[in-house]
């Protein structure tokens, strides 16, 4: 299995759409007005769509809940590979978590100084 390094590229915000961080082809965060959900695609009719089968009230426990999910699901063999893919994973998901607060905050700043 390839393990990809995350990209800022890949997390969508928009003022018309929520954000949406893709994970995975398989996984996906989708923030909207009420929480955020984890979601996965469905093909239908033969075409995708996404969805929603766990929610929360903060984009870190939505990340928490990804991270642990591929953690859980990835193939190791033995304890020393578990613990250098888990090792792996977190840092990925850790500097994703950066990335995107450092996002939300630069784009939430205008509209706070606009209620100052």
Same mark, same amino acid.
């Given at each position: 299995m390839?393990? !990809?390094a995350f990209s800022i590229s890949q997390i969508t915000f928009d003022k018309e759409s929520p954000m949406i961080v893709h994970i995975s082809e398989k996984l996906r965060i989708h923030g909207t007005e009420n929480s955020y959900q984890l979601e996965r695609p469905r093909h239908r009719h033969g075409q995708v769509s996404w969805e929603a089968f766990k929610f929360f009230s903060t984009f870190r426990q939505a990340l928490a809940q %990804?991270?642990?999910r591929e953690i859980r699901?990835?193939?190791a063999d033995n304890l %020393?590979?578990?613990i250098e893919a888990a090792t792996a994973i *977190? %840092? !990925?998901?850790g500097k994703l978590l950066d990335c995107a607060l450092d996002e939300i905050a630069? !784009? *939430?700043e205008p509209s706070l100084r606009?209620? *100052?």
């Amino acid at each position: 299995m390839i393990w !990809r390094a995350f990209s800022i590229s890949q997390i969508t915000f928009d003022k018309e759409s929520p954000m949406i961080v893709h994970i995975s082809e398989k996984l996906r965060i989708h923030g909207t007005e009420n929480s955020y959900q984890l979601e996965r695609p469905r093909h239908r009719h033969g075409q995708v769509s996404w969805e929603a089968f766990k929610f929360f009230s903060t984009f870190r426990q939505a990340l928490a809940q %990804a991270c642990e999910r591929e953690i859980r699901t990835h193939p190791a063999d033995n304890l %020393a590979d578990a613990i250098e893919a888990a090792t792996a994973i *977190s %840092a !990925r998901y850790g500097k994703l978590l950066d990335c995107a607060l450092d996002e939300i905050a630069k !784009r *939430s700043e205008p509209s706070l100084r606009a209620v *100052s």
